[in-house]
C-alpha cells in the first residue's frame, strides 16, 4: 500500500514538472472535465493546478461579491440570495477536490499551499459580512419576507443568510466591527498557541522504561512499538511511550507495574500544564477571557449563549438540563464499576483503594473475567468488505437503495472503492468512495467528505459524490483486513453521514447544512445496525471457513460492550460540563486557575475521585482549539435523538422497517438545513425525544 502511494506521489511530481512550462491546461479551468460523471480527473491534477486555480477562484468571487454589493437595482431574491449561494463556481470546484485530499492525501507542497491560502479565506470573510451595502441588501429581503411569496427553502436561504452576517459583525457600529475583527484575529492566534502547545506536548512527553521486566503484561506489538519510539529518540535499548492514545493507553490497561500506570497516567493528564514553556495554563485563561469578551461585544451575558444561539439546543439551561439528566445514572454505574474493580483488587490479595491509574487495568480484568470475550476471537468474522456487504444490505432493506460498484472511474488513490449508489427507482443518487485503511499523509480517525455536494442546478439534481474516510486494520500478508467491535462500529458511523449526503434534497447550496449538534444523528444511528444480530447474520462470515458468526458470540459482543459505560459516560459528561461552566462564566476572576476550577466544580457535583473528565482544560483541545467550543455536549445531545429514534424500530418489532426508513428519510434526511433539527425530529417521530433510549444504550438504567 506504501509503495502505491509512492507511485502516486512520483506521477505527481512528473505531472507538476510538466505544467512548470505552462503549457499543459489545468482541469479545474475547463468549463467541464469531460469525465463520466463528471468526476475529478485525479491523475491530471498537480498541486499547481490547485494553486493557480485557488488564486484564481478567489480573485472571481472577490469581484462577483464586489458587483452584487454595487449593484443599483432594487435588491431582489436573485440578485442577492441566489447571487451570493453561486458566487465563487470556480473557488467551490478546486476547494472541494483540495480540502478531501489535504486530509487524506496530504504532502508537503498541500501543507504549504494550506498555509498560502489561509489568510485568503479570512480576507474573504471580512469582506463578505464587514461589507454594509452587500448586509443592507440581505436585510431588506429578510425584513420584507412576510410581504413576498418565497417557498420554504428561499425563506430559509434569507434567514441563513442574514444569521450569518449578523454573527459575523454586520449590526455592530463601525468602531465595534474593528474590535470584532481584532477580538477575532486574537482568539485564533491564543488558540493556535494552545493547540501548537498541545501537540508538542502529546508527542514530546515520554515515560521511559530501562527494565523489560517493568513492561510485565503489555503485548508485544506494544513493546516492539516502544522499543522504536526510543530508539528513534537515541535511547536505544530502552522502552518509551509518548502521550498518544495508541501509545499510552496499553500501558493504562494492561500493565502490571502500579508505579509505571501512575507515571503514565499523570504524564496524560497534565499535558499542557507541567509549568514548562508548553503550558497551557495562561493560554486558556486568555482564550475564555477573549471569548467573554466578544460575547459581550454581540450583546449576550456569556459565551455559551451566543455559541448556543445558531444550535439546537438554543439555551444554557437545556444543555444543562440534558447533561444533568445522564449524570446521576452515570455516576451511580461508575461506582458499581468502582466495586468490581475493587473486588479484583482483592482477588489479587491487594488491599488498596483504586485510584486513577487503576482504573483501565482493572476494569478490563473484571471484563474478561465477567464476559470471557477476547478480540481475537471476534476479528475473523469481520474483514472489511464484508462488513461493507453488511452495510449496503442495511441500506436496501430500509431505503430501497442498490450499489454497484465501478473499477473503471478515476481514482484518487488505488485501494480505494467506487461505487455507482441507485435510488430504490433504479436512478443514480450518488457516487461512493470507501478509502478505509491508513497510509502516509492520511490523517488519523475516520470521517466523511465529498468531492461534490448535491443541489439543483438548471432544473437538475447535481449528484454527490461522497466519501468514507478511516484508518482501519489494513490487509497484511495472507490475512485480509479484519476489524475489531470498534472498527466497524465506525465503520457504520461513517455510512451514516454518507447516507445523509446520499439523500439530502436540497436546491440551494446554502441550505444544505444542518445544526452542529445535529450532524452526527444520521451517522452515530447507523452504528446501531453493526451489532443487530439479524445483520450479523448477513455479514459477519468467518473469512476463512465462510461459518457465521455464533449467536452466544453475538450475545456476549452486546452484552460487553455496555460494560464500562459508567467510567465512559462520567468522563464524557465531566468534560462537557467543564466546557459549558468555563463558557457561561460572565467574568473572569481574579487570578483564575482553569484547573482548580475544573476540580471544585466536579468535586461539588460528586464525581468519583478515581476519573478525571475525558480531557482536562489544558489538553481539552475541542473546545480550547475552537472546534467544539461549548460544543462538547454536542455527542450525547445527538445520543439523545438517535436513541430515541432508533427506538422507534424496536417498537415496531422490525429494525429494518421500510416505511420508518422512509419516514426517517423524508423528515431527516432530506430537509437538509430547510428544517432546524427540532421541527425534523418532531415531523419524524411525532414527539420530541425521551431520554430513555440513551440510557439504555449506555446500559445506565
Ligand atoms: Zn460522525
Not at 480576507?123 to 420584507?144: A, C, G, H, P, W
Request: aromatic fraction near 12%; charge should be negative.
Amino acid at each position: 500500500m506504501k509503495k502505491q502511494f509512492l507511485m502516486a506521489s512520483v506521477a505527481t511530481l512528473l505531472l507538476a514538472g510538466c505544467t512548470s512550462e505552462k503549457t499543459t491546461t489545468n482541469p479545474f479551468f475547463a468549463e467541464k472535465y469531460g469525465t463520466e460523471y463528471e468526476i475529478p480527473p485525479f491523475s491530471e491534477i498537480t498541486t499547481e493546478h490547485i494553486r493557480e486555480a485557488l488564486l484564481k477562484g478567489y480573485e472571481e468571487q472577490k469581484q462577483e461579491i464586489m458587483a452584487i454589493a454595487d449593484n443599483t437595482e432594487e435588491p431582489t431574491l436573485e440578485n442577492t440570495i441566489l447571487a451570493l449561494d453561486n458566487a465563487g463556481q470556480l473557488l467551490t470546484k478546486v476547494s472541494s477536490v483540495f480540502g478531501p485530499l489535504s486530509s487524506s492525501n496530504s504532502t508537503q507542497e498541500f501543507r504549504d499551499l494550506e498555509k498560502e491560502i489561509a489568510p485568503l479565506s479570512s480576507e474573504m470573510s471580512t469582506l463578505i459580512y464587514m461589507n454594509d451595502n452587500l448586509f443592507q441588501r440581505v436585510k431588506k429581503l429578510y425584513d420584507d419576507q412576510a410581504s413576498m411569496n418565497y417557498t420554504k427553502e428561499q425563506a430559509k436561504l434569507i434567514e441563513k443568510y442574514y444569521k450569518r452576517f449578523v454573527r459575523n459583525g454586520a449590526l455592530l457600529n463601525e468602531t465595534d466591527k474593528q474590535k470584532l475583527a481584532e477580538l477575532n484575529k486574537e482568539i485564533s492566534l491564543a488558540q493556535l498557541e494552545f493547540e501548537q502547545n498541545l501537540l508538542h506536548e502529546t508527542n514530546n512527553t515520554f515515560v521511559t522504561v530501562d527494565k523489560l521486566e517493568d513492561l510485565d503484561g503489555l503485548p508485544q506489538e506494544n513493546i516492539d512499538r516502544a522499543a522504536e519510539m526510543a530508539k528513534k529518540n537515541g535511547q536505544e535499548g530502552k522502552w518509551m511511550f509518548n502521550m498518544q492514545r495508541a501509545s499510552c493507553n496499553p500501558v493504562l490497561q494492561f500493565c502490571t507495574n502500579r508505579d509505571l500506570r501512575k507515571k503514565v497516567y499523570d504524564a496524560y493528564y497534565n499535558r499542557g500544564n507541567q509549568g514548562n514553556e508548553w503550558d497551557n495554563n495562561a493560554v486558556s485563561v486568555k482564550i475564555i477571557q477573549l471569548r467573554l469578551e466578544k460575547a459581550k461585544l454581540m450583546g449576550y451575558n456569556d459565551y455559551a449563549s451566543f455559541a448556543l444561539d445558531d444550535r439546537m439546543a438554543k439555551t444554557n439551561e437545556n444543555v444543562y438540563n440534558l447533561l444533568d439528566q445522564i449524570w446521576e445514572p452515570a455516576v451511580k454505574k461508575a461506582n458499581e464499576e468502582l466495586a468490581d474493580i475493587r473486588a479484583e483488587i482483592k482477588k489479587e490479595g491487594n488491599n488498596f483503594e483504586p485510584e486513577g491509574w487503576d482504573y483501565m487495568y482493572y476494569m478490563d480484568k473484571a471484563k474478561k473475567a465477567k464476559y470471557a470475550i477476547d478480540d481475537n476471537e471476534v476479528r475473523p468474522y469481520l474483514e472489511v468488505y464484508n462488513v461493507q456487504q453488511g452495510i449496503f444490505y442495511v441500506a436496501n432493506k430500509l431505503y430501497g437503495l442498490t450499489f454497484t460498484e465501478r473499477t473503471d472511474l478515476p481514482k484518487y488513490q488505488e485501494d480505494t472503492k467506487v461505487f455507482e449508489v441507485h435510488d430504490k427507482d433504479g436512478s443514480l443518487i450518488a457516487l461512493f468512495y470507501s478509502d478505509y485503511f491508513p497510509r502516509d499523509g492520511k490523517g488519523a480517525g475516520a470521517w466523511c467528505t465529498s468531492f461534490r455536494g448535491s443541489y439543483y442546478k438548471d432544473g437538475k439534481r447535481v449528484i454527490p459524490i461522497v466519501v468514507n474516510c478511516a484508518s482501519l486494520t489494513p490487509p497484511s500478508g495472507n490475512t485480509p483486513a479484519l476489524q475489531n467491535i470498534t472498527n466497524i462500529t465506525t465503520e457504520f458511523h461513517e455510512f451514516g453521514h454518507a447516507l445523509h449526503s446520499f439523500m439530502r434534497d436540497v436546491q440551494y447550496r446554502g441550505t444544505g447544512g444542518v445544526e452542529r449538534d445535529f450532524v452526527e444523528v444520521p451517522s452515530q444511528i447507523n452504528e446501531h445496525w453493526a451489532l443487530e444480530p439479524e445483520i450479523l447474520n448477513v455479514y459477519a462470515k468467518h473469512y476463512q471457513t465462510g461459518e457465521v458468526i455464533p449467536m452466544e458470540l453475538v450475545k456476549k459482543i452486546q452484552d460487553s460492550e455496555k460494560y464500562g459505560q459508567g467510567f465512559a459516560t462520567v468522563e464524557l459528561v465531566a468534560a462537557s460540563l467543564v466546557d459549558m461552566d468555563l463558557h457561561t462564566l460572565t467574568e473572569i476572576p481574579a487570578n483564575f486557575n482553569v484547573m482548580d476550577f475544573e476540580q471544585q466544580k466536579l468535586k461539588e457535583r460528586g464525581i468519583p475521585r478515581q476519573i478525571f473528565p475525558r480531557y482536562r482544560v489544558t489538553n481539552f483541545s475541542h473546545t480550547m482549539g475552537g472546534g467544539y467550543t461549548a460544543g462538547y455536549y454536542s455527542y450525547l445531545w445527538a445520543e439523545v435523538y438517535e436513541c430515541d429514534a432508533f427506538q422507534a424500530y424496536k417498537e415496531a418489532g422490525n429494525v429494518l422497517d421500510s416505511s420508518i426508513a422512509q419516514r426517517f428519510r423524508d423528515y431527516i434526511l432530506a430537509p437538509g438545513g430547510i428544517d432546524d433539527g427540532m421541527t425534523m425530529y418532531r415531523n419524524f417521530r411525532g414527539r420530541d425525544p425521551k431520554i430513555d433510549g440513551l440510557l439504555d444504550n449506555r446500559g445506565l438504567k
